[in-house]
């Protein structure tokens, strides 16, 4: 039997300019921020543009095509 690493496990983060989703949103990696964190850029329902920190394991990769 093989073991699993944990490494091999775990998603790897995001790199600068990626195109993710986050909770109903398409966002923008910006780069990495403190801890288990990136800095994302989005457009908010309000139609403002906003810069926020979030944890990358909660970025979503997006599919192969975007519409």
């Given amino acids: 039997m093989s073991a699993v690493s ?5 998603k790897r983060k995001p790199p600068r300019g990626t195109l ?5 949103r398409i966002v923008e990696v ?3 921020a ?3 964190r990136v800095m994302i850029r989005s457009i908010h329902d309000d139609g403002v543009e906003r810069r926020t920190a979030v944890k ?3 970025l979503v990769p997006l599919e192969t095509a975007l519409f």
Wanted: aromatic letters at 10%; hydrophobic letters at 20%.
């Fill in 30 to 32: 910006l780069g990495e």
């Fill in 20 to 24: 993710a989703r986050y909770r109903n």
């Fill in 6 to 10: 944990p490494r091999r496990s775990r």
């Fill in 34 to 36: 403190r801890g288990q």
């Fill in 56 to 58: 990358w394991a909660n």
